[in-house]
Protein backbone atom coordinates (compact mmCIF):
# COMPACT_ATOMS: atom_id res chain seq x y z
CA UNK A 1 0.00 0.00 0.00
CA UNK A 2 1.33 3.17 -0.69
CA UNK A 3 1.32 6.41 1.37
CA UNK A 4 -0.09 9.02 0.10
CA UNK A 5 2.05 12.64 0.00
CA UNK A 6 0.62 15.97 -0.60
CA UNK A 7 2.06 19.50 -0.87
CA UNK A 8 2.29 19.69 2.63
CA UNK A 9 3.58 16.83 3.37
CA UNK A 10 2.22 13.54 4.45
CA UNK A 11 -1.46 13.30 5.13
CA UNK A 12 -2.91 13.38 8.45
CA UNK A 13 -4.56 10.12 8.10
CA UNK A 14 -1.27 7.47 8.07
CA UNK A 15 -1.53 6.69 11.95
CA UNK A 16 -0.50 8.57 15.20
CA UNK A 17 3.05 7.20 14.75
CA UNK A 18 3.77 10.15 12.59
CA UNK A 19 1.68 12.49 14.60
CA UNK A 20 3.73 11.57 17.02
CA UNK A 21 7.19 12.19 15.50
CA UNK A 22 6.48 15.58 14.10
CA UNK A 23 5.15 16.94 17.47
CA UNK A 24 8.12 15.85 19.32
CA UNK A 25 10.18 17.56 16.20
CA UNK A 26 8.12 20.62 16.87
CA UNK A 27 8.66 20.62 20.84
CA UNK A 28 12.05 20.18 20.10
CA UNK A 29 11.92 23.57 17.63
CA UNK A 30 9.96 25.46 19.90
CA UNK A 31 12.63 24.62 22.82
CA UNK A 32 15.21 26.49 20.76
CA UNK A 33 13.48 29.13 19.66
CA UNK A 34 15.84 32.56 20.90
CA UNK A 35 18.53 30.39 21.58
CA UNK A 36 21.91 31.66 19.96
CA UNK A 37 22.73 29.16 16.74
CA UNK A 38 25.88 29.19 14.44
CA UNK A 39 24.86 28.16 10.65
CA UNK A 40 27.58 27.08 7.73
CA UNK A 41 26.26 27.65 4.56
CA UNK A 42 27.40 26.39 1.34
CA UNK A 43 29.93 29.28 0.30
CA UNK A 44 32.10 29.00 3.62
CA UNK A 45 29.87 31.72 5.32
CA UNK A 46 29.27 31.10 8.84
CA UNK A 47 26.33 32.90 10.49
CA UNK A 48 25.23 33.67 14.17
CA UNK A 49 21.96 34.84 15.44
CA UNK A 50 19.06 34.33 17.54
CA UNK A 51 16.79 31.49 16.24
CA UNK A 52 13.52 32.94 15.39
CA UNK A 53 11.47 30.79 12.65
CA UNK A 54 11.48 28.19 10.41
CA UNK A 55 9.49 27.08 7.79
CA UNK A 56 8.88 23.72 5.72
CA UNK A 57 11.28 24.18 3.10
CA UNK A 58 13.80 24.23 5.93
CA UNK A 59 14.28 28.22 5.38
CA UNK A 60 15.40 29.76 8.70
CA UNK A 61 15.21 33.60 10.31
CA UNK A 62 17.79 34.53 12.66
CA UNK A 63 17.96 37.93 14.62
CA UNK A 64 20.83 40.38 15.49
CA UNK A 65 22.43 37.80 13.09
CA UNK A 66 26.47 38.47 12.25
CA UNK A 67 27.76 36.90 9.10
CA UNK A 68 31.59 35.36 9.34
CA UNK A 69 33.26 35.04 6.33
CA UNK A 70 36.06 32.22 7.53
CA UNK A 71 34.32 28.94 8.17
CA UNK A 72 36.18 28.11 11.77
CA UNK A 73 35.91 27.37 15.06
CA UNK A 74 37.59 30.53 16.30
CA UNK A 75 36.07 33.75 15.22
CA UNK A 76 38.75 35.94 16.09
CA UNK A 77 40.20 35.37 13.27
CA UNK A 78 38.22 38.03 11.32
CA UNK A 79 35.74 40.88 12.31
CA UNK A 80 32.03 40.06 11.46
CA UNK A 81 30.05 41.79 9.40
CA UNK A 82 26.44 42.91 11.38
CA UNK A 83 23.67 41.76 9.46
CA UNK A 84 20.40 42.43 11.87
CA UNK A 85 17.32 40.19 11.03
CA UNK A 86 18.57 37.35 8.10
CA UNK A 87 16.88 34.73 5.94
CA UNK A 88 18.47 31.69 5.58
CA UNK A 89 17.60 29.19 2.32
CA UNK A 90 17.46 25.74 3.52
CA UNK A 91 19.15 24.18 0.33
CA UNK A 92 22.16 26.61 1.48
CA UNK A 93 22.63 25.53 4.98
CA UNK A 94 25.38 22.99 5.59
CA UNK A 95 25.10 22.55 9.52
CA UNK A 96 23.41 24.19 12.54
CA UNK A 97 24.53 24.51 15.69
CA UNK A 98 22.76 25.51 18.77
CA UNK A 99 25.92 27.57 21.11
CA UNK A 100 26.54 25.55 24.42
CA UNK A 101 26.02 29.43 26.21
CA UNK A 102 22.68 29.08 25.58
CA UNK A 103 21.74 25.48 26.53
CA UNK A 104 23.31 26.04 29.86
CA UNK A 105 21.40 29.55 30.62
CA UNK A 106 18.24 27.92 29.86
CA UNK A 107 18.63 24.67 32.02
CA UNK A 108 20.00 27.33 34.87
CA UNK A 109 16.98 29.29 34.49
CA UNK A 110 14.61 26.45 33.98
CA UNK A 111 15.94 24.75 37.46
CA UNK A 112 15.06 28.06 39.22
CA UNK A 113 11.38 28.09 38.88
Do not use: W
Amino acid sequence: MATMIEENGPSSHIGGELSLSSSRGRQKLESLLNKNMRIRMTDGRTLVGLFLCTDRDCNVILGSAQEFLKSSDSFSQGEPRVLGLAMIPGHHVVSIEVESDSLVDTQRFGSSH
